[in-house]
């Protein structure tokens, strides 16, 4: 199946969630997702009240980070932020897993914490962030 140009744009959610974004950089975000169709946005926890404020009476969704970058906050953490995310109006989650549990090889550690935020928000995507190349 071949997809046309047009139908591509709601298939692709648009972030800025580094550490170092400015404003601007979610003001320009959220007016390509408006313009071209994007399915969701996403900004660090600090800028998506901003966002929200940014794509209101817009058709693109509001999406939450927790957990990013690292993934290394507490499972009771990003369910707290999970629940703030709500709270704004977030329809989507998505989460940093605990990276260094998974490194460590404690599966049940990473199943209880995405069944945690689960519990509290769906849908939700579990993310495996990484910087720069390196052997998990």
């Given amino acids: 199946m071949r997809l046309s140009y047009r139908e591509i744009p709601p298939l692709i ?20 997702a408006k313009k071209y169709g994007f399915i969701c946005a996403f900004a660090m926890p600090c800028f998506t009240e901003r966002l929200a404020g940014l794509l209101k009476g817009s058709a693109i969704r509001l999406g939450g980070v927790v957990g990013f970058p690292s993934g290394a906050d507490t499972t ?25 549990a998974l ?3 404690d599966d049940r550690f990473v199943r209880n914490e995405i069944r945690g935020v689960v519990e509290a928000a769906v849908p939700v995507k579990s993310i495996l962030e990484r910087k720069s190349p390196q052997k998990l």
């Fill in 13 to 32: 959610d648009v972030s800025c969630v580094r550490t170092n974004v400015k404003y601007e950089e979610v003001s320009r975000m959220a007016e390509a």
């Fill in 76 to 100: 009771e953490q990003k369910i707290a932020c999970t629940n703030y995310m709500k709270a704004l109006g977030c329809n989507e989650i998505d989460m940093v897993i605990n990276v260094g």
């Fill in 103 to 105: 490194q460590s090889g």
